[in-house]
């Protein structure tokens, strides 16, 4: 779909990515049937509702080449900034700490105090985290998120997190989820804690991928 030129796409080169190539293209998986029947598979749907609300909602979808490395940040929704949204993260290549796989800052999405300052939003697109912590992006203390096809990797939008280690090219395909408070909720209240998965959530997410559709 990247090489259909009806199909556009960005090359999103900046010093967040060290000014190497990251091509973006929205909305991907509307554009395959097979594709789409993934923004309402049963494991997906259930997850988004055990961790955001009986009511969330799929939103938007995302691919990416990534053939760079991604400095600290964190994502930002395109709609309803206002709500908590999840992202449902499928890598198509096997990824680990030196070749690219996802690192995160644990508890930055409910604690974003703790990064303000030397750690602050986006604290790696201005160049200056070595210059801030004594640290280069890379050795910042953090978790790494190995992942094989067929796995789903789901952060919350606030979590800053990173990628290092290589270059070469590693597909993504996101799937975005957002809360959808109570008709009666206060449109002026903060995001709601996050809730943890069932047993029923955690069973169906351990189903084989070979049962998608």
């Known amino acids: 779909m990247f090489d259909d030129p009806a199909n556009p ?3 999103i080169n900046i010093i967040g990515h060290r000014f190497h190539s990251h091509y973006a293209m929205g909305n991907l998986v509307e554009l395959h049937p097979r594709l789409t029947a993934m923004t309402s598979d049963p494991r997906l749907v259930s997850a988004a509702r055990a961790l955001l ?14 053939c760079c490395e991604t400095e600290w940040h964190f994502d930002t ?7 908590r949204h999840a992202k449902f993260t499928f890598y198509l290549d096997p990824l680990d700490r030196e070749t690219g796989a996802p690192r995160v ?19 790696g697109f201005d160049g200056a985290i070595e210059k801030r912590t004594g640290l280069p ?14 796995d789903a ?9 990173a990628a290092y280690g290589s270059t070469a090219p590693r597909r993504q395909i996101a799937l975005n989820f957002c809360e959808v408070p109570p008709p009666a909720a206060d449109p002026g209240a903060g995001p709601r804690p996050a809730r943890q998965p069932s047993a029923r ?13």
């Open 153 to 161: 990797l789901i952060w919350d939008f606030r979590l800053m997190h």
């Open 77 to 83: 929704p395109t709609s309803m900034p206002a709500r």
């Open 201 to 213: 959530t955690r069973a169906d997410l351990a189903r084989p991928s070979s049962s998608l559709p």
């Open 53 to 66: 609300g009986p009511d969330a909602t799929y939103v938007n979808s995302d691919g990416s080449i990534y």
């Open 105 to 123: 800052l644990p508890i930055s999405h409910h604690h974003p105090e703790l990064y303000e300052g030397p750690l602050n939003p986006f604290l």
């Open 137 to 150: 992006g890379e050795d910042l203390p953090s978790w790494t998120l190995p992942t094989r096809p067929g």
């Open 9 to 11: 796409r960005l090359d």
